[in-house]
Nanobody
Framework: QVRLVESGGGLVQAGGSLRLSCVASGRTYSAYVMGWFRQAPGKEREFVAAMSISGGVYYEDSLKGRFTISRDIAKNTGFLQLNVLKPEDTAVYYC???????????????????WGQGTQVTVSS
């Protein structure tokens, strides 16, 4: 089992950047597939990016090029770099951990067994 705690959210102007962190405790985070999702008010939870145990990455097509997923194995921490932020990126961002690396499953929240509490990102126009 792993416990996940996100941080790094905040209020930023359009065009700005944020770096979200996800600190894992318990079992080593690098032993899991790492995922990032977001959820805006009134909308379903949306896939953002995922990283495999070996470092492979997979992004939501519409976010590729602006967002970058990474992890620091030594610190048991995952990251999501958000660049060129837009007002429509406003949402609560969640990190997650799972066991399955399959592209047809990575976008589904049900693929991930463990979730953080989320961190709010608000982008002003």
């Amino acid at each position: 089992q792993v416990r996940l705690v996100e941080s790094g959210g905040g209020l930023v102007q359009a065009g700005g950047s944020l770096r979200l962190s996800c600190v894992a405790s318990g079992r080593t985070y690098s032993a899991y597939v790492m995922g990032w999702f977001r959820q805006a008010p009134g909308k379903e939870r949306e896939f953002v990016a995922a990283m495999s145990i070996s470092g492979g990455v997979y992004y939501e097509d519409s976010l590729k090029g602006r967002f970058t997923i990474s992890r620091d194995i030594a610190k048991n921490t995952g990251f999501l770099q958000l660049n060129v932020l837009k007002p429509e990126d406003t949402a609560v961002y969640y990190c997650a951990a799972g066991d399955l690396w399959a592209q047809n499953a990575l976008k589904k929240p049900s693929t991930y067994a463990f979730w953080g509490q989320g961190t709010q990102v608000t982008v002003s126009s």
